[in-house]
Structure formats: structure tokens, C-alpha cells
């Protein structure tokens, strides 16, 4: 079977998107989705997307991390769909579809700048100076004074696979301060299974984790990450953050066809 995809990034965070909305893709095996996402044998990607078709709104993301297993959402993800979206010719400026974690609403500007709507987060777990925050999937968030010199992946894995973690794993994002312009940060992703440039759900549980502990007067978070800058803006009353939006630039890289 010939396979063809649109490959994208956000901020470094690359995906394998392919257009299924003939339901040509029934079943998807791990293996194969492992097989695409490897960087040396494969196409090479964080994760992969298929756009389904849906009766009720614009299209449906279905996504899939590099090691094969399902994810329910990612936010850099999400924007680089609306952009193929957009390619496709299925929405222009404005639309709303559905993931796994529910129904999101992105805007496009006219500097192709995509603004994504994410879930709701009702509850900030925080113990000292660590947080757990669930945007979509779960996020362990911490701050140090300088994350470069973190082993991301060693303290990652570590963080992921612990005792407190052990039974869903989780994404782990370490936090710097960046000056009076917002935040750094530095992921490892869960699904993945390493550090990636950037992570959409993981700026913005670091955004909130950062407000929560903080409490800056600006409206929109900066975030830096290793790929690029997204900006993260939200409102917040009584510790709960409603009206989240993950903004930033969505890519095409390269089209391509792969046998499968």
C-alpha cells in the first residue's frame, strides 16, 4: 500500500498528517505507526494524525504517538491539523473539530499565526514546588533556575516511570523563568519517550503552573521552548482557568509517499 502524507511542525514538534476522510486507514497498527515516526528508517516525526471526516463539525483528529499508542490530544498537533485543514481546503480562517479530549475551536490569522482553544483545567495539583496539571493528557511540571543544565532525558524518564506516576506515566516539563518575558521550558514527552523541541499541552501546563505559583500581571504567558515561541493566554478565577488558548505558527515541511 502507497501511503501518502503532508509532513508538519509547530515550534520543532513534527507530525506525519494523512488525509483519511475516505476511511482508507481502518486499522492502524502500532508497529507501523512506530515504523513512520522513526527517524532513521521512517519518515521521522513526533507523532502522526490521521483527518477524519465527521457529520457534526469540520473534520476529527485522531492521534498517535511515535511509539505507536494513542494519544488524546497535543497541542502543537492540533495546530499543525488546522493548517493541513486549511491546505485541504476544508475550513479558511475559523474552525471547530473534534480530538480525543473533546471538541476544540482554532482561529488562523492572515500571518498564518494559529490560535487553538484547549480544554479546560479545573484543578492544579501542587505539592511544593512541583505541579500536576492535565491539559488534555498529564503534565508534571517543576522550576529550576536553569534547565540547561537538566539531563531531560535521564530525570525525564525517571519522573515518568516513578512510583508516583507509574500507573498512566506522564509528560514532565522543567521550568525557567525568563526574566520578565515569560517562561523557558524543556519536555519529555510520555509517547515519545524522550525530550522533543516542543510540546503544545505541556507550554500550557507550564504557563499555569507558572501563574499559579507566581501570579504575573500579564495576559498572555510567553513560552519559549527549544523549537520555538508559542504564547499561552487563559482567564483564572478561583484557581481554575477557563478560555485556554495555545498560539503559535503551524508549518508545512515536506509532501511525500511512503509504502506500507
Partial sequence: ???????????????????????????????????????????????????????????????????????????????????????????????????????????????????????????VKQNEDTFFINTGVPHHVEFDNDIF????????????YSEKYKNEGTNVNFVQINKNEGIKIRTYERGVENETLACGTGAVASAIAYYQKFKPKVSIVKVKALGGELEISFKEKDNKYTDVYLSGPAKHVFSGEIEI
Fill in 1 to 123: 500500500m502507497i501511503l501518502k502524507f503532508e509532513k508538519y511542525q509547530g515550534a520543532g514538534n513534527d507530525f506525519i498528517l494523512i488525509d483519511n476522510r475516505n476511511q482508507q486507514i481502518k486499522d492502524l497498527k502500532p508497529e507501523t505507526i512506530k515504523f513512520l515516526c522513526d527517524r532513521h528508517f521512517g519518515i521521522g516525526a513526533d507523532g502522526l494524525m490521521l483527518l477524519n471526516a465527521h457529520e457534526k463539525y469540520d473534520f476529527e483528529m485522531d492521534y498517535y504517538n511515535a511509539d505507536g499508542s494513542n494519544g488524546a490530544m497535543c497541542g502543537n498537533g492540533g495546530r499543525c491539523i488546522v493548517a493541513f485543514a486549511k491546505q485541504l481546503g476544508i475550513i479558511s480562517e475559523h474552525t471547530r473539530f473534534l480530538a480525543g479530549d473533546g471538541l476544540h475551536e482554532a482561529f488562523i490569522d492572515k500571518q498564518a499565526k494559529i490560535k487553538l482553544k484547549m480544554a479546560d483545567v479545573l484543578k
Fill in 149 to 160: 543544565r537538566i539531563d531531560v532525558y535521564a530525570k525525564g524518564k525517571e519522573i515518568r
